[in-house]
């Protein structure tokens, strides 16, 4: 089976389905944006890039200030969210 992370539309899906259930069960924007930076730090440091949209945001993450990286995360979120 093929992982979610192997492919960036995928990858998107599984996002947005778990921003929904974070929404449905009352978590605010302020606290899944904090919760996606951290998914942010942990893909960066863990996990290794399978396509290249994740390859390009894992090099700007990695380059990134920890107020750019939340900054990242934020667009992450909107991009999902659309």
Do not use: C, H
Request: proline content about 2%.
């Amino acid at each position: 089976m093929m992982s979610v992370l192997e492919n960036f539309e995928q990858w998107k899906g599984f996002l947005q389905e778990r921003m929904s259930q974070a929404k449905s069960n009352g978590i605010d924007q302020n606290t899944i944006s904090n919760i996606a930076a951290e998914v942010g730090d942990y893909l960066a440091a863990e996990i290794q890039p399978k396509n290249p949209e994740q390859k390009l945001l894992s090099e700007l993450w990695n380059v990134a200030s920890e107020e750019e990286q939340q900054a990242i995360a934020n667009i992450m979120v909107k991009l999902v969210q659309k």
